[in-house]
């Protein structure tokens, strides 16, 4: 049987990341498309280098030409600018949302039944936006935020607890923005709820809620130590998660930024809430219940993505 193919628009520092996982997870052959002449080409050319030592097989392409991703299984998409210190992710949406027409655009020409993962940010208004410019079914469309922002959340608290990160599991839904919202309650060491936890005298309210908000400003502390760009070590390792669950039909559940009609009561726009990731894409939005405060921190979320997609109708009257 063939191996699969992953597409891999935009090689900057997530895309080459991405390249070199796929690699050694053997998931299958990868294309790195880029507009920057050169650069794809050069780190495909440097990962395939590295097979004979690390022991993998598998085909690496190097591309500037949208028709080298034809008929790719899995596209996922880092094409942009990513921020710098200061800036906020909203900051990149008049550049990011033109690039993810011509991406979706060339996505729609070449692979159209890939199951395609957005990282470019600002997150869930690229990811809907995409979407539209592409026209490929909602199901194959979604966005990596949630288990990136999950992984952050988990790092910190099996820090805090000083157990194996394994046995933390943590959920955080919402948008990728400041008003994300880590959800304690559903939130378990090893089964034992957050809450449980401060019960049981093994953290205190204040240091869980200190790692809530660094969970929050998990990328904005990054940008700070880098001062040239963002996080692409986790994000790549997330993103590999969700195509590896889609490429393997792994059936798992996993928070990502997806297409919600009918469900936590939105019409047809993109958050981020948990999933099931299988061969049919995202095979199903799991709603699950929130208390009052859990809600009205969602319902803030949403509204801060509502206004993101509100501004990219403003910039491209196509998208209206
Ligand atoms: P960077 O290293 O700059 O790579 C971006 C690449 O996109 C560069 O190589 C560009 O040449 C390329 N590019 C620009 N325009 C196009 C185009 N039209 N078509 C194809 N390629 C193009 O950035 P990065 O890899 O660090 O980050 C990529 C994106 O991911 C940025 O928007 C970040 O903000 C975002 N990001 C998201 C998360 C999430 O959790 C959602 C985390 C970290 C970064």
Redesign the pocket.
Known sequence: MARPKIAL???????GTLAHLAAVKELGDVVL????EG?PQGKALDIAESGPSAKFDGSFKGTNDYADIAGADVCIV??????KPGMS?DD?LGI?LK?MK??GEGIAAHAPNAFVIC???P?DAMVWALREFSGLPAEKVC???GV?DSARFRHFLADEFNVSMRDVTAFVLGG?GDTMVPLTRYSTVAGIPLPDLVDMGWTTQEKLDAIVQRTRDG?AEIVGLLKT????YA?ATSAIEMAEAYLKDQKRLLPCAAYVDGAYGLDGFYVGVPTIIGAGGIERVVEIKMNKDEQAMFDKSVDAVKGLVSACKGIDSSLS
């Open positions: 628009i935009g090689a900057g520092q997530i895309g498309f880029d507009i920057a650069t880092t094409a942009g600018v990513p921020r992710r990149l990011n690039v011509s991406v990282i470019t940010n997150l966005g990596m935020a990136l990728h990328g760009g963002s996080a692409f994000p």
